[in-house]
């Protein structure tokens, strides 16, 4: 019975870099903590068969990969150069697609409160980080229909796409504030204050 990709890599559907060999060297790079990746600078070797969905789900040769621990070790390898996605490991680089953001906040803690508060997100493969100065809230909306996409800076370049269940919780969290000569409504978290919305669009100007 032919192996797939959910129970485990198929390595000898692919030619040249495979993800095989990508979690190989993932699992040696990351015995003493996260891998560096910002640190190496290996050859490009292509593009891999890998894409990650706007859902955070995980797909290699088309097919989901169905193993957590294999998608947070391809995940601690994951790096954003310019527009582009690679997987980098210390002697090679490939290239993989994403929809929208690599990560997705599926929840978030909430301590303390106005100016104080501190919003911690959670992701899909158990990053979690302090909306704050060096982990921004930003949010973009759809031209024609106005939906806000919101996100969250998880580490160098990368960021998580704040799952909706997750936002409409903080938005009732909400402040408005002036920003710039402009009433904002938005989110205290790590001392910063981060715009989601204009006031006078929610009729508060």
């Known amino acids: 019975m032919a192996k797939r990709p959910d129970t485990e890599v198929n390595a000898s559907a692919a030619s040249g870099p495979t993800a095989e060999g990508l979690a190989a060297a993932a699992k040696g790079a990351g015995k003493k903590g996260p891998?560096?990746?910002?640190?190496?600078?290996?050859?490009?070797c292509g593009d891999l068969d890998m894409e990650i969905r706007r859902d955070g789900t995980w797909f290699y040769l088309g097919t989901p990969i169905g193993r957590p621990a294999l998608v947070k070790l391809f995940s601690s390898i994951l790096r954003k150069d310019g527009d582009a996605y690679f997987l980098v490991t210390p002697v090679e680089?490939?290239?993989?697609?994403?929809?929208?953001?690599?990560?997705?906040?599926?929840?978030?803690?909430?301590?303390?409160?106005?100016?104080?508060?501190?919003?911690?997100?959670?992701?899909?493969?158990?990053?979690?980080?302090?909306?704050?100065?060096?982990?921004?809230?930003?949010?973009?909306?759809?031209?024609?229909?106005?939906?806000?996409?919101?996100?969250?800076?998880?580490?160098?370049?990368?960021?998580a796409l704040?799952?909706?269940?997750?936002?409409?919780?903080?938005?009732?969290?909400?402040?408005?504030a002036d920003q710039g000569g402009t009433r904002w409504f938005g989110l205290w978290s790590g001392g910063v204050f981060f715009k989601l919305i204009p006031s006078a669009e929610l009729g508060d100007g």
């Open 162 to 176: 704040i799952d909706r269940k997750t936002f409409y919780r903080l938005v009732e969290l909400g402040e408005h």
């Open 35 to 44: 891998p560096p990746v910002h640190l190496w600078n290996p050859p490009f």
């Open 93 to 159: 680089k490939v290239g993989i697609r994403v929809e929208d953001a690599p990560f997705v906040a599926v929840d978030a803690e909430v301590s303390g409160e106005g100016r104080a508060q501190d919003l911690t997100f959670t992701t899909h493969v158990g990053d979690s980080v302090t909306a704050g100065p060096d982990h921004p809230i930003r949010v973009e909306r759809d031209a024609e229909t106005g939906e806000p996409s919101p996100y969250v800076l998880v580490r160098a370049n990368l960021e």
